[in-house]
Protein backbone atom coordinates (compact mmCIF):
# COMPACT_ATOMS: atom_id res chain seq x y z
CA UNK A 1 0.00 0.00 0.00
CA UNK A 2 2.67 2.43 0.61
CA UNK A 3 4.55 1.42 -2.29
CA UNK A 4 1.14 2.14 -4.08
CA UNK A 5 0.50 5.66 -2.24
CA UNK A 6 4.43 6.40 -3.18
CA UNK A 7 3.86 6.17 -7.07
CA UNK A 8 0.14 8.70 -6.55
CA UNK A 9 2.16 11.11 -4.78
CA UNK A 10 4.78 11.24 -8.03
CA UNK A 11 2.28 11.13 -11.32
CA UNK A 12 -0.12 13.58 -8.77
CA UNK A 13 2.08 16.77 -10.26
CA UNK A 14 2.53 15.89 -13.94
CA UNK A 15 -1.44 14.85 -13.78
CA UNK A 16 -1.79 18.60 -12.33
CA UNK A 17 0.49 20.16 -14.47
CA UNK A 18 1.26 18.98 -17.41
CA UNK A 19 -1.72 19.15 -19.96
CA UNK A 20 -1.99 17.85 -23.74
CA UNK A 21 -4.72 18.62 -26.00
CA UNK A 22 -5.57 16.04 -28.17
CA UNK A 23 -7.52 16.74 -31.64
CA UNK A 24 -7.90 15.51 -35.04
CA UNK A 25 -6.74 18.51 -37.39
CA UNK A 26 -4.98 21.81 -35.76
CA UNK A 27 -4.55 24.51 -37.82
CA UNK A 28 -2.62 27.78 -37.69
CA UNK A 29 -3.62 30.96 -38.11
CA UNK A 30 -5.95 33.82 -38.12
CA UNK A 31 -6.92 34.57 -41.94
CA UNK A 32 -9.42 33.57 -44.45
CA UNK A 33 -8.47 30.01 -45.07
CA UNK A 34 -7.89 29.54 -40.96
CA UNK A 35 -11.45 30.34 -41.13
CA UNK A 36 -12.64 28.24 -43.57
CA UNK A 37 -10.37 25.07 -42.83
CA UNK A 38 -11.77 25.12 -39.33
CA UNK A 39 -15.07 25.21 -40.12
CA UNK A 40 -15.24 22.56 -43.16
CA UNK A 41 -13.23 20.11 -40.98
CA UNK A 42 -15.70 20.37 -38.23
CA UNK A 43 -18.49 20.09 -40.68
CA UNK A 44 -17.25 16.89 -42.00
CA UNK A 45 -17.14 15.18 -38.93
CA UNK A 46 -13.82 15.61 -36.80
CA UNK A 47 -12.04 17.95 -33.76
CA UNK A 48 -9.99 20.87 -35.22
CA UNK A 49 -8.17 23.24 -32.97
CA UNK A 50 -7.96 27.05 -34.53
CA UNK A 51 -4.74 28.74 -33.47
CA UNK A 52 -4.80 32.35 -34.22
CA UNK A 53 -1.84 33.69 -32.28
CA UNK A 54 -4.06 37.06 -31.86
CA UNK A 55 -7.13 38.19 -30.50
CA UNK A 56 -8.95 36.45 -33.02
CA UNK A 57 -10.14 36.59 -36.59
CA UNK A 58 -8.75 39.29 -38.61
CA UNK A 59 -10.87 38.42 -42.18
CA UNK A 60 -11.45 40.80 -45.78
CA UNK A 61 -14.53 42.05 -46.24
CA UNK A 62 -17.17 39.37 -45.09
CA UNK A 63 -19.69 40.29 -48.23
CA UNK A 64 -16.65 39.67 -50.70
CA UNK A 65 -15.96 36.37 -49.41
CA UNK A 66 -17.38 33.37 -52.38
CA UNK A 67 -20.78 31.90 -51.18
CA UNK A 68 -19.82 28.38 -50.13
CA UNK A 69 -20.80 25.69 -47.28
CA UNK A 70 -18.22 27.59 -45.04
CA UNK A 71 -19.89 30.83 -45.30
CA UNK A 72 -23.63 29.37 -45.09
CA UNK A 73 -22.52 27.54 -41.81
CA UNK A 74 -21.85 30.90 -40.40
CA UNK A 75 -24.44 32.82 -41.36
CA UNK A 76 -26.71 30.12 -39.91
CA UNK A 77 -24.51 30.43 -36.09
CA UNK A 78 -24.46 34.43 -36.48
CA UNK A 79 -28.68 34.26 -36.73
CA UNK A 80 -28.57 31.98 -33.94
CA UNK A 81 -26.00 34.17 -32.10
CA UNK A 82 -27.46 37.53 -33.03
CA UNK A 83 -31.21 36.13 -32.24
CA UNK A 84 -32.54 36.78 -36.33
CA UNK A 85 -35.31 34.80 -38.04
CA UNK A 86 -34.58 33.77 -41.57
CA UNK A 87 -36.73 36.88 -42.98
CA UNK A 88 -34.46 39.12 -41.58
CA UNK A 89 -31.55 40.30 -43.17
CA UNK A 90 -28.33 39.81 -41.02
CA UNK A 91 -25.82 43.11 -40.21
CA UNK A 92 -22.72 43.15 -41.56
CA UNK A 93 -20.38 40.97 -40.89
CA UNK A 94 -17.45 43.10 -38.86
CA UNK A 95 -14.36 41.02 -37.15
CA UNK A 96 -15.61 42.06 -34.28
CA UNK A 97 -19.35 40.39 -34.86
CA UNK A 98 -17.15 37.57 -36.38
CA UNK A 99 -15.20 36.82 -33.83
CA UNK A 100 -18.22 36.85 -31.50
CA UNK A 101 -20.40 34.51 -33.25
CA UNK A 102 -17.15 31.82 -33.34
CA UNK A 103 -16.72 32.28 -29.99
CA UNK A 104 -20.45 31.15 -29.25
CA UNK A 105 -19.97 28.41 -31.77
CA UNK A 106 -16.67 27.60 -29.79
CA UNK A 107 -17.99 27.22 -26.47
CA UNK A 108 -21.17 25.53 -27.14
CA UNK A 109 -19.71 22.73 -29.85
CA UNK A 110 -17.80 19.64 -29.46
CA UNK A 111 -15.71 19.80 -32.23
CA UNK A 112 -14.51 23.38 -32.74
CA UNK A 113 -12.49 25.12 -30.59
CA UNK A 114 -10.72 28.51 -31.10
CA UNK A 115 -7.67 29.75 -29.15
CA UNK A 116 -6.78 33.04 -29.37
CA UNK A 117 -3.90 34.74 -28.36
CA UNK A 118 -1.39 31.71 -27.64
CA UNK A 119 1.88 31.34 -28.88
CA UNK A 120 3.75 28.11 -29.79
CA UNK A 121 7.36 27.84 -29.75
CA UNK A 122 7.77 24.43 -31.03
CA UNK A 123 5.77 21.88 -33.25
CA UNK A 124 7.22 18.65 -33.97
CA UNK A 125 6.44 15.01 -35.05
CA UNK A 126 4.33 12.41 -33.11
CA UNK A 127 4.14 9.64 -34.43
CA UNK A 128 1.94 10.09 -37.86
CA UNK A 129 0.54 13.21 -36.27
CA UNK A 130 1.89 16.69 -35.07
CA UNK A 131 3.23 18.56 -31.62
CA UNK A 132 2.15 21.78 -31.32
CA UNK A 133 4.43 23.15 -27.96
CA UNK A 134 2.13 25.70 -26.31
CA UNK A 135 4.54 25.93 -23.13
CA UNK A 136 6.92 23.53 -21.22
CA UNK A 137 3.91 21.48 -19.52
CA UNK A 138 0.91 22.39 -22.42
CA UNK A 139 0.74 21.05 -25.54
CA UNK A 140 -1.58 19.98 -28.66
CA UNK A 141 -1.48 16.70 -30.53
CA UNK A 142 -2.86 16.46 -33.74
CA UNK A 143 -3.35 13.89 -36.50
CA UNK A 144 -3.04 16.70 -39.58
CA UNK A 145 -1.22 20.37 -39.62
CA UNK A 146 -2.58 23.12 -41.48
CA UNK A 147 0.05 25.91 -41.74
CA UNK A 148 -1.50 29.02 -43.42
CA UNK A 149 1.04 31.33 -41.71
CA UNK A 150 4.68 31.03 -40.26
CA UNK A 151 6.07 28.15 -41.65
CA UNK A 152 9.30 29.29 -40.88
CA UNK A 153 8.84 27.57 -37.29
CA UNK A 154 8.38 24.23 -38.91
CA UNK A 155 10.91 23.63 -41.28
CA UNK A 156 13.17 22.43 -38.78
CA UNK A 157 11.16 19.16 -38.36
CA UNK A 158 10.20 18.85 -42.04
CA UNK A 159 14.68 19.19 -42.73
CA UNK A 160 13.69 21.49 -45.45
CA UNK A 161 14.72 25.27 -45.98
CA UNK A 162 12.04 26.19 -47.32
CA UNK A 163 8.06 25.24 -48.58
CA UNK A 164 5.79 26.63 -51.11
CA UNK A 165 2.12 26.95 -50.10
CA UNK A 166 -0.03 25.12 -52.26
CA UNK A 167 -0.50 26.75 -55.84
CA UNK A 168 -3.46 26.92 -58.36
CA UNK A 169 -3.22 25.79 -61.93
CA UNK A 170 -4.77 27.90 -64.96
CA UNK A 171 -7.60 26.20 -66.44
CA UNK A 172 -6.81 24.59 -69.94
CA UNK A 173 -8.10 21.66 -71.86
CA UNK A 174 -4.47 20.67 -73.39
CA UNK A 175 -4.55 18.49 -70.18
CA UNK A 176 -6.60 16.67 -68.14
CA UNK A 177 -5.57 18.07 -64.55
CA UNK A 178 -8.82 20.11 -63.82
CA UNK A 179 -10.55 16.65 -63.02
CA UNK A 180 -8.69 16.21 -60.18
CA UNK A 181 -9.79 19.99 -58.41
CA UNK A 182 -10.96 20.55 -54.82
CA UNK A 183 -11.45 24.05 -55.44
CA UNK A 184 -12.46 26.37 -58.01
CA UNK A 185 -11.09 30.11 -57.39
CA UNK A 186 -13.87 32.54 -57.48
CA UNK A 187 -13.47 35.23 -60.59
CA UNK A 188 -10.63 33.60 -62.04
CA UNK A 189 -9.91 30.74 -64.26
CA UNK A 190 -7.70 29.23 -61.63
CA UNK A 191 -8.38 25.95 -59.63
CA UNK A 192 -6.33 23.86 -57.11
CA UNK A 193 -5.76 20.24 -58.02
CA UNK A 194 -5.66 17.84 -55.09
CA UNK A 195 -2.27 17.02 -55.63
CA UNK A 196 -1.33 20.28 -55.77
CA UNK A 197 -1.97 20.67 -52.02
CA UNK A 198 -0.13 17.51 -50.71
CA UNK A 199 3.24 17.87 -49.59
CA UNK A 200 5.62 15.59 -51.10
CA UNK A 201 7.36 13.70 -49.00
CA UNK A 202 5.78 14.96 -45.78
CA UNK A 203 2.44 13.17 -44.41
CA UNK A 204 -0.59 14.75 -43.01
CA UNK A 205 0.50 18.65 -42.69
CA UNK A 206 -0.69 21.29 -45.87
CA UNK A 207 0.26 24.30 -46.40
CA UNK A 208 -1.78 26.84 -47.71
CA UNK A 209 -2.03 30.76 -48.80
CA UNK A 210 -3.50 32.76 -45.55
CA UNK A 211 -5.71 34.86 -48.08
CA UNK A 212 -8.04 32.23 -49.62
CA UNK A 213 -11.41 30.81 -48.57
CA UNK A 214 -11.64 28.28 -51.50
CA UNK A 215 -8.35 26.40 -50.78
CA UNK A 216 -9.18 26.43 -46.90
CA UNK A 217 -12.03 24.81 -47.21
CA UNK A 218 -10.70 22.41 -49.57
CA UNK A 219 -7.44 21.52 -46.91
CA UNK A 220 -9.91 21.59 -44.33
CA UNK A 221 -12.02 18.73 -46.01
CA UNK A 222 -8.84 16.82 -47.11
CA UNK A 223 -7.38 16.90 -43.40
CA UNK A 224 -10.44 15.78 -42.11
CA UNK A 225 -10.50 12.92 -44.45
CA UNK A 226 -6.94 11.67 -43.31
CA UNK A 227 -8.38 11.95 -39.84
CA UNK A 228 -11.50 10.18 -40.34
CA UNK A 229 -9.82 8.07 -42.25
CA UNK A 230 -7.14 7.42 -39.79
CA UNK A 231 -4.65 7.53 -42.80
CA UNK A 232 -1.83 9.43 -44.61
CA UNK A 233 -2.49 12.46 -46.67
CA UNK A 234 -0.67 11.33 -49.63
CA UNK A 235 -3.75 8.50 -49.21
CA UNK A 236 -6.50 10.93 -49.86
CA UNK A 237 -9.11 9.95 -51.95
CA UNK A 238 -9.93 12.33 -54.35
CA UNK A 239 -13.53 11.11 -55.02
CA UNK A 240 -14.81 11.06 -51.88
CA UNK A 241 -12.58 14.72 -51.02
CA UNK A 242 -14.31 16.10 -54.05
CA UNK A 243 -17.91 14.84 -53.01
CA UNK A 244 -17.62 15.73 -49.38
CA UNK A 245 -16.70 19.52 -50.78
CA UNK A 246 -19.67 19.71 -53.45
CA UNK A 247 -21.97 18.48 -50.24
CA UNK A 248 -20.16 21.84 -48.39
CA UNK A 249 -21.43 23.74 -52.07
CA UNK A 250 -17.83 24.49 -52.80
CA UNK A 251 -17.42 24.97 -56.63
CA UNK A 252 -14.64 22.87 -57.94
CA UNK A 253 -15.07 24.07 -61.38
CA UNK A 254 -15.31 28.27 -61.35
CA UNK A 255 -17.88 28.83 -63.71
CA UNK A 256 -18.93 32.71 -62.94
CA UNK A 257 -22.40 32.05 -64.52
CA UNK A 258 -23.40 28.75 -62.63
CA UNK A 259 -24.17 30.16 -58.92
CA UNK A 260 -24.30 27.68 -56.10
CA UNK A 261 -28.13 29.45 -55.94
CA UNK A 262 -28.46 27.58 -59.31
CA UNK A 263 -31.40 24.57 -58.77
CA UNK A 264 -28.77 22.55 -61.32
CA UNK A 265 -25.31 24.07 -60.12
CA UNK A 266 -24.82 20.32 -58.43
CA UNK A 267 -25.42 18.64 -61.83
CA UNK A 268 -23.51 21.20 -63.57
CA UNK A 269 -20.29 21.21 -61.37
CA UNK A 270 -20.17 17.28 -62.01
CA UNK A 271 -20.25 17.39 -65.61
CA UNK A 272 -18.37 20.27 -65.83
CA UNK A 273 -15.21 18.35 -63.65
CA UNK A 274 -15.43 15.32 -66.62
CA UNK A 275 -15.27 17.54 -69.35
CA UNK A 276 -17.80 15.86 -70.95
CA UNK A 277 -18.99 19.66 -71.46
CA UNK A 278 -16.10 22.23 -71.84
CA UNK A 279 -16.75 25.56 -70.60
CA UNK A 280 -15.27 29.00 -72.80
CA UNK A 281 -12.42 31.01 -70.76
CA UNK A 282 -12.65 34.66 -71.54
CA UNK A 283 -10.41 37.13 -69.83
CA UNK A 284 -9.86 35.17 -66.89
CA UNK A 285 -13.03 33.64 -65.98
CA UNK A 286 -14.81 30.35 -66.99
CA UNK A 287 -18.22 30.28 -68.65
CA UNK A 288 -20.22 27.27 -68.48
CA UNK A 289 -23.22 28.94 -70.78
CA UNK A 290 -25.95 27.13 -69.36
CA UNK A 291 -28.11 27.78 -72.18
CA UNK A 292 -26.46 27.07 -74.57
CA UNK A 293 -27.29 24.30 -77.09
CA UNK A 294 -25.27 21.18 -77.34
CA UNK A 295 -23.36 20.24 -80.09
CA UNK A 296 -22.83 16.76 -81.47
CA UNK A 297 -19.31 17.55 -82.15
CA UNK A 298 -18.71 18.56 -78.59
CA UNK A 299 -19.32 15.85 -76.88
CA UNK A 300 -19.19 13.11 -79.44
CA UNK A 301 -15.42 11.85 -78.20
CA UNK A 302 -15.85 13.24 -74.15
CA UNK A 303 -18.22 11.04 -73.40
CA UNK A 304 -16.31 8.17 -76.18
CA UNK A 305 -13.80 8.55 -73.52
CA UNK A 306 -15.87 7.41 -71.04
CA UNK A 307 -17.38 4.43 -71.86
CA UNK A 308 -16.59 1.87 -74.58
CA UNK A 309 -20.30 1.46 -75.67
CA UNK A 310 -20.90 5.20 -76.46
CA UNK A 311 -18.12 4.51 -79.17
CA UNK A 312 -21.11 1.80 -80.63
CA UNK A 313 -23.63 4.33 -80.48
CA UNK A 314 -21.52 7.29 -82.10
CA UNK A 315 -20.57 5.02 -85.37
CA UNK A 316 -24.30 4.11 -85.11
CA UNK A 317 -25.85 7.60 -85.06
CA UNK A 318 -23.58 9.94 -86.97
CA UNK A 319 -23.99 14.06 -87.08
CA UNK A 320 -27.15 13.89 -85.13
CA UNK A 321 -29.21 16.32 -83.48
CA UNK A 322 -28.72 16.39 -79.62
CA UNK A 323 -32.03 16.94 -78.99
CA UNK A 324 -34.06 14.80 -76.15
CA UNK A 325 -34.86 12.32 -77.69
CA UNK A 326 -31.43 11.04 -79.18
CA UNK A 327 -29.98 11.71 -75.39
CA UNK A 328 -32.42 9.33 -73.84
CA UNK A 329 -31.18 6.97 -76.83
CA UNK A 330 -27.39 7.39 -76.02
CA UNK A 331 -28.08 7.11 -72.33
CA UNK A 332 -30.77 3.91 -72.23
CA UNK A 333 -27.99 2.23 -74.71
CA UNK A 334 -24.83 2.65 -72.85
CA UNK A 335 -26.70 2.83 -69.16
CA UNK A 336 -28.38 -0.56 -69.90
CA UNK A 337 -31.87 1.36 -69.32
CA UNK A 338 -35.65 0.92 -70.88
CA UNK A 339 -36.27 3.86 -73.54
CA UNK A 340 -39.81 3.96 -72.89
CA UNK A 341 -39.14 4.06 -68.86
CA UNK A 342 -36.89 6.56 -68.94
CA UNK A 343 -38.69 8.75 -71.36
CA UNK A 344 -41.57 9.23 -68.91
CA UNK A 345 -39.56 9.42 -65.51
CA UNK A 346 -37.50 12.54 -67.62
CA UNK A 347 -40.96 13.76 -68.41
CA UNK A 348 -42.22 13.78 -64.91
CA UNK A 349 -38.87 15.22 -63.32
CA UNK A 350 -38.96 18.22 -66.13
CA UNK A 351 -40.28 20.64 -64.44
CA UNK A 352 -40.53 18.90 -60.76
CA UNK A 353 -37.34 18.07 -59.94
CA UNK A 354 -35.17 19.61 -62.36
CA UNK A 355 -36.70 22.92 -62.65
CA UNK A 356 -36.44 23.39 -66.36
CA UNK A 357 -38.32 26.37 -67.84
CA UNK A 358 -38.46 24.77 -71.47
CA UNK A 359 -41.24 22.42 -71.92
CA UNK A 360 -40.64 18.78 -72.07
CA UNK A 361 -40.07 18.15 -75.84
CA UNK A 362 -38.35 14.98 -77.38
CA UNK A 363 -37.55 16.98 -80.76
CA UNK A 364 -36.30 19.54 -78.74
CA UNK A 365 -32.10 20.38 -78.58
CA UNK A 366 -30.88 20.31 -75.42
CA UNK A 367 -29.23 23.32 -73.58
CA UNK A 368 -25.92 22.05 -71.69
CA UNK A 369 -28.19 23.08 -68.62
CA UNK A 370 -30.49 19.96 -69.98
CA UNK A 371 -27.99 17.88 -71.21
CA UNK A 372 -25.75 17.95 -67.92
CA UNK A 373 -28.50 17.06 -66.04
CA UNK A 374 -29.76 14.12 -68.05
CA UNK A 375 -26.26 13.10 -68.26
CA UNK A 376 -25.65 13.47 -64.39
CA UNK A 377 -29.02 11.46 -63.38
CA UNK A 378 -28.72 8.60 -66.08
CA UNK A 379 -24.69 7.48 -66.80
CA UNK A 380 -22.71 9.41 -63.68
CA UNK A 381 -20.09 9.95 -64.82
CA UNK A 382 -17.96 11.54 -61.96
CA UNK A 383 -19.63 9.52 -59.77
CA UNK A 384 -19.13 6.08 -61.15
CA UNK A 385 -15.83 6.24 -63.33
CA UNK A 386 -12.18 7.07 -61.64
CA UNK A 387 -9.49 9.40 -62.79
CA UNK A 388 -5.74 9.14 -62.38
CA UNK A 389 -3.43 11.42 -60.30
CA UNK A 390 -3.22 13.48 -64.18
CA UNK A 391 -7.01 13.06 -64.73
CA UNK A 392 -6.63 10.42 -67.45
CA UNK A 393 -10.11 8.01 -67.23
CA UNK A 394 -9.68 4.69 -65.80
CA UNK A 395 -12.02 2.26 -67.44
Not at 187 to 212: C, F, M, Q, R, W
Request: proline share 3%; glycine share 4%.
Amino acid sequence: MKKLFFVFAFLIPLITYAQTIKTDVLILGSSNAAFAAGIQATESGVNAIILTQSDGFKLSDFKSLPQSGVTKAFEKRARKSLKLADSLPLPEITNQILNAVIKNWSDSSKLLDVINNTIYYEIKRSGSGWEAKLTKEKSIKAKVLIVTDNIEKILPTLKVESLKPAETNTLTYTENLYRTTIGGINGTSNYLPLYNLLVPNHENILYIKADNLEIGQAAGATAAYAAFFQTKTSLSNLKRIQGELLSYKLSLMPFEDVKIVDSNWLAIQKVGITGILKADIKDGKVYFNPEKEVTYDEVKQPIKDYYYKAQIWFDDHQNIPINLENTISMVCYVGNKAVDVTKNEIEKKWKKNYKFSSKYDLKKILTRREFSVIINEYLKPFDLINVDRTGRVIR
